[in-house]
């Protein structure tokens, strides 16, 4: 009996190191790619991966994020502060790229690029200068380029006799109020106005759009950061109102309304205008949406005497510096950023590709017409400060301007209480590299 039980052991050790040894290999082997976003996007992630998979043998491993901005960055930071080797490839919040090239988590793409098939120059220029390249290194890609935009019932408009979206702020609340009331008398119950509110990123970029369109906005000049103006006072107290005293807004804007939650609201058929970003069309235009074929997109209104303005969003993608397989990984890349699949994650997720040729495709330009009118948006589009420390920045902006649109302090005050805070955090932070 003894004899056998060294044996059985060694038998034993050795089935469990090969386990451990294939799982191993197969960890190091799989290029791991952090996504996140609506769960049709995770889905165009999964299918796309599959095919990369089978025409390059190379398994890659996909790690979902939430949908949430802050918590996608808060995830991958807590990896490569740690200098972790996965992920080797992820999606970057446009307002986030320089914070992680600053800290020096971005590995430089240009040497990947030479002798590869992908060329920057398909690329939004403004983009890859403003956003992707930091201190004259490019870091990362353009996956996709958002900007806000308004989506509307269009049959509903239509039925009360108005021929256009609104151009104004105040002709969106007249119509709203004419539709809601119509509608009650026939026992529908309607919400105006639906848009991101809450305590989170998503806010400081309506916040940008209603002011913008006032001619207002955030300005660090002279290392002096400026938000306690009349003109973003008066959109402030506007965005305030839509909730509390118009009431064309949901009263939990300023608790629940992220990007999904708005989504829903006007996809199943209960609210007339979403500010939302270009992914929520074809969710909306898809064929079990109770909206399909209702569904119109317009530029955001403006104040009078302002222009429209769209915050600029979008998605880059990064190589980690502490990646293990960079080649495998940049393959990844060049296979993702190709003409065939920037054009697919058009037409399947809806995404803006960051392509410049996509928009000139006829299948693109017969079915996602509006990516061809729109186009000007995306190129005029309004940027947040672009400095590593944005989010400590954005964390001040989104507790005052949430504070001031659910009334618990009063708008004049949260946004000279934000001011000094932000100048705090300006004066600590400028010269200073941030990890
Ligand atoms: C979208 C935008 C991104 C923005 C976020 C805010 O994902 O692409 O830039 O920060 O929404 O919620």
């Known amino acids: 009996m003894n004899r056998y039980v060294p044996e059985f052991l060694l038998m034993f050790i050795c089935a469990v190191a090969g386990i451990i040894a294939a799982?191993?290999?197969?960890?190091e082997a799989s290029v791991v790619f952090a996504v996140g976003g609506a769960p049709a996007e995770i889905d165009f992630w999964e299918k796309t991966i599959q095919r990369f998979e089978e025409q390059s043998g190379i398994p890659v491993e996909l790690l979902r994020q939430p949908t949430d901005t802050d918590q996608r960055r808060q995830n991958l930071v807590t990896a490569l502060r740690a200098s972790r080797s996965t992920p080797d490839l992820f999606l970057m919040d446009v307002a986030w790229i320089a914070q992680f090239a600053a800290s020096e988590w971005l590995e430089p793409l240009a040497p990947f690029l030479e002798g590869s098939p992908l060329s920057i120059n398909v690329f939004f220029e403004p983009v890859i200068r403003t956003a992707a390249t930091y201190n004259g290194t490019l870091l990362a890609l353009p996956v996709y380029v958002d900007a806000g935009l308004l989506y509307y019932r269009k049959d509903l408009l239509e039925?009360?006799?108005?021929?256009?979206?609104?151009e104004l702020w105040d002709e969106l609340v007249a119509m709203a109020h004419t539709i809601i009331r119509g509608e009650s008398q026939e026992g529908n119950e309607l919400t105006g106005f639906v848009w991101q509110g809450a305590q989170y990123e998503g806010l400081v970029c309506t916040f940008l759009e209603f002011a913008g369109s006032n001619g207002g906005g955030i300005t660090i000049a002279d290392s002096l950061p400026i938000v306690a103006t009349d003109r973003n006072r008066s959109a402030l107290a506007f965005m305030h109102g839509l909730v509390h005293s118009e009431k064309i807004s949901p009263v939990n804007t300023g608790t629940d309304m992220k990007e999904e939650e708005v989504r829903f609201s006007f996809q199943k058929g209960a609210a007339l205008f979403e500010r939302n970003w270009p992914y929520a069309y074809s969710?909306?235009?898809?064929?079990?949406?109770?909206?399909?074929?209702?569904?119109g997109i317009a530029v955001?209104?403006?104040?009078?005497?302002g222009t429209s303005a769209a915050t600029l969003?979008?998605?880059h993608i990064g190589l980690s510096r502490f990646s293990r397989q960079k080649e495998r990984a940049f393959a990844l890349i060049a296979y993702l950023l190709s003409y065939e699949v920037q054009k697919a994650s058009a037409l399947e997720a809806g995404w803006n590709p960051g392509r410049t040729d996509?928009?000139?495709?006829?299948t693109i330009m017969e079915r996602l017409p509006h990516l061809v009118t729109l186009h000007d948006v995306f190129s005029h589009a309004v940027s947040r400060p672009n400095v590593p420390w944005y989010s400590y920045l954005s964390s001040v902006l989104q507790r005052w301007l949430n504070a001031a649109l659910t009334g618990t302090v009063?708008?004049?005050?949260?946004?000279n209480k934000c001011e000094k805070e932000l100048r705090v955090?300006?004066?600590?932070?400028s010269t200073r590299k941030q990890h």
Do not use: M, N
């Open 23 to 27: 799982g191993c290999s197969k960890k």
């Open 159 to 166: 039925k009360y006799g108005f021929a256009k979206p609104p």
């Open 283 to 295: 969710l909306h235009q898809a064929d079990d949406s109770p909206v399909k074929g209702k569904t």
């Open 300 to 305: 955001l209104p403006r104040f009078v005497g």
């Open 313 to 315: 969003g979008g998605w």
């Open 358 to 362: 996509i928009y000139g495709d006829s």
């Open 410 to 415: 009063p708008v004049d005050e949260a946004l």
């Open 425 to 429: 955090i300006v004066e600590r932070y």
